[in-house]
Structure formats: C-alpha cells, structure tokens
C-alpha cells in the first residue's frame, strides 16, 4: 500500500522560508511522477509542481522563481523549497505520486503565510 506523509508545513511571516518533505513508503518511488499540490480554504485544489523520474520539473506561474522541487530517490522523498512566502501562498499542500495515470496522496501539511 501506497503510503504519503508530508511534514515540514508551519506558520511563517511573508518573505520567509519553509521546505516541505514528503515520505514515501510501499511504492517504486525512483519510477513515479511526483507532485507537490494545495488547496486554500473555499478553493479548488492546484498544482504547484510536479518531478519526473528523472528529474525534470515544472511549475505553476504563481510559484516560478520562488518554488524550487526535487526528489532524493535513495530516501524515497520528495521536497519542495519555498522562498518569498506571500500570503496568498497559505493553503494545505498535498504531496502525490503518480505512475501510469493512478494517483495517491498524502493528508497533506498547513502552511500559513502572515502578512
């Protein structure tokens, strides 16, 4: 079984830092696509950005430049780096792993932005 957990969430002044992890467990991590995502209270959930197996990535434009993803394939984790926190970044992100069109998801992490 599929196993997800994002840490590392937390609240944080605006223009401040925060790295989110997420631990996989009972899957290949090295072959999955994984994605980090959020969801604001009353908002559909978005991507944030996501990492091929080998290692390509991409972005959402709301986080470009601020955002950073990567993956440590040998610790089955995935990370993303949050600089130049805004308010407007504040939500649950959710870490997920895909292969072949099936997804699993995490519970997810709060992250809070203070302005």
């Known amino acids: 079984q599929v196993q997800l957990v994002e840490s590392g969430g937390g609240l944080v002044q605006a223009g401040g830092s925060l790295r989110l992890s997420c631990a996989a467990s009972?899957?290949?991590?090295?072959?999955?696509?994984m994605g980090w995502y959020r969801q604001a209270p009353g908002k559909q959930r978005d991507l944030v950005a996501i990492?091929?197996?080998?290692?390509?990535?991409d972005y959402a434009d709301s986080v470009k430049g601020r955002f950073t993803i990567s993956r440590d394939n040998a610790k089955n984790t995935v990370y993303l780096q949050m600089n130049s926190l805004k308010p407007e970044d504040t939500a649950v992100y959710r870490c997920?792993?895909?292969?072949?069109?099936?997804?699993?998801w995490g519970k997810g992490t709060l992250v809070t932005v203070s302005s």
């Open positions: 997920s792993s895909s292969r072949y069109g099936t997804y699993f």
């Open positions: 009972g899957t290949i991590f090295s072959i999955d696509v």
């Open positions: 990492i091929t197996p080998g290692g390509s990535t």
